[in-house]
């Protein structure tokens, strides 16, 4: 089974030094563990016990440890001692823009915005709304400077709605009213943190679509955000590739002074090679012959074109293995799990000190219980992977604290 599912060991740090990023509510730690180096976050003590806190923060392991993206931070384990996540080698792109604004050239722009706009949209391609893009919250990696995205504390998804927070400064305007969200609020932000990189003027119509105050008007998905800047990229290539062709055709009328059929190679930017050859109507033909090392070797040689070869479609897995029979047998042990655990708190009034240690207490015992539920069922079914039996128990059990937490507001609402 994979260690960083519903895992409530105490590790033993080998190491710990305090991180200079803490938050409102966490304080942030590099910590050794097994000779790796790994983040570890953290609730205040003052917080510690409060059981919005606490649900926030299981919130945020809970979404982020089932996603799997390279531009996503991993999320490793939830313990006693907080949230233990993969540790990033950099610096926040807050800190890349005011150490190195240098860096941000058209083409490490293009790369950063291609890395972010994947990242978003895996995101929502998960029902995962991140509400909280913002430069402190996007790392970039000391070794090939790729994105990291961090921090899903503030997150919405359809099994945990509640969120808590937001940073006025990239929130939207129905993030700052309490209206509805959705992807175009993460579009929002993406706007505002166009603006503050050295080159924005480039993406100015970008922006003002991204920032509009109406969602409507925004663009309504990353994917037609991503064409609308690839289109927009397209567009300047196509002015320089132009601006190529009149500088070659001036040159090819200067050569066509001397009267000859032989055509006139010349070199373009070092490796575009532009031929002309003079006709005898005196009309100048101008072609992009192609690309090569050395001109003088290769006047009059077009590239060659690689067809790539077809890659066989991948196959389907097949389970030898009745997946319904699973799912009845891990649905009935961990309903018995649910009555020995959390289900008393149904009758609990949120906020409550005294229900939050216990709520604390129980959640965890159910936490283990669960995963060893999944354990046993896997043995029971070895044809069936166990990422399919952990996704259904790792379902069933946020379903069942978000049904329980949800009575518990409701009855702290009576109050």
Not at 39 to 56: H, S, V
Not at 277 to 304: I, L, M, R, Y
Not at 324 to 335: G, R, S, T, V, Y
Request: aromatic share 8%; with cysteine.
């Amino acid at each position: 089974m994979e260690s960083s599912q519903f895992s409530n060991t105490q590790p033993r740090f080998e190491s710990i030094e305090p991180i200079d990023t803490n938050g409102a509510t966490c304080d942030t730690f590099c910590v050794k563990l097994y000779g790796k180096l790994h983040f570890l976050k953290r609730l205040k003590a003052e917080y510690a016990c409060d059981i919005r806190y606490q649900e926030a923060q299981r919130k945020e392991y809970e979404t982020g440890y089932r996603l799997e993206h390279p531009n996503l931070v991993r999320y490793i384990s939830l313990t006693d001692d907080g949230i233990l996540m993969e540790y990033v080698d950099g610096e926040t792109l807050t800190d890349r823009l005011a150490k190195h604004p240098g860096y941000f050239n058209k083409q490490n722009t293009e790369k950063f915005l291609h890395q972010l706009l994947d990242v978003v949209s895996y995101l929502h391609s998960h029902q995962v709304l991140h509400l909280d893009l913002k430069p402190d919250n996007i790392m970039l990696t000391r070794i090939n400077s790729d994105v990291k995205l961090t921090d899903l504390g503030c997150c919405y998804t359809d099994t945990f709605t509640d969120t808590q927070g937001r940073t006025n400064a990239f929130a939207a305007p129905e993030q700052l009213s309490g209206s509805n969200v959705d992807e175009r609020t993460d579009i929002y932000a993406i706007g505002k943190i166009l603006q503050l990189l050295p080159n924005h003027h480039i993406y100015n119509k970008v922006v003002a679509r991204c920032i509009a105050e109406k969602p409507q008007n925004r663009y309504q998905s990353i994917d037609e955000l991503k064409k609308n800047i690839s289109s927009h990229n397209h567009f300047l290539l196509s002015v320089i590739v132009l601006l190529l062709i009149l500088i070659s055709s001036s040159i090819a009328f200067f050569y066509s002074s001397k009267h000859t059929d032989a055509p006139i190679v010349i070199q373009k930017e070092k490796d575009t090679i532009i031929q002309v050859t003079q006709t005898k109507e005196k009309d100048t033909v101008v072609k992009v012959v192609g690309a090569v090392d050395n001109v003088a070797d290769q006047p009059h040689v077009a590239p060659t074109v690689i067809e790539p070869k077809p890659q066989p479609p991948a196959p389907v897995p097949v389970y030898d293995g009745n997946a319904e029979q699973m799912k009845a047998e891990f649905d009935k042990q961990l309903d018995q799990a649910y009555e020995a655990t959390i289900a008393t708190f149904c009758d609990s009034v949120f906020p409550s000190p005294t229900a939050g240690i216990a709520w604390r207490e129980k959640t965890s015992e159910f936490q283990i219980q669960t995963l060893d539920i999944a354990a046993k069922v896997a043995r029971r079914y070895p044809y069936i992977p166990e990422k399919v039996i952990m996704q259904h128990g790792q379902s069933r059990y946020q379903s069942l604290v978000g049904y329980v937490f949800a009575k518990m507001r409701r009855n702290g609402e009576k109050k």
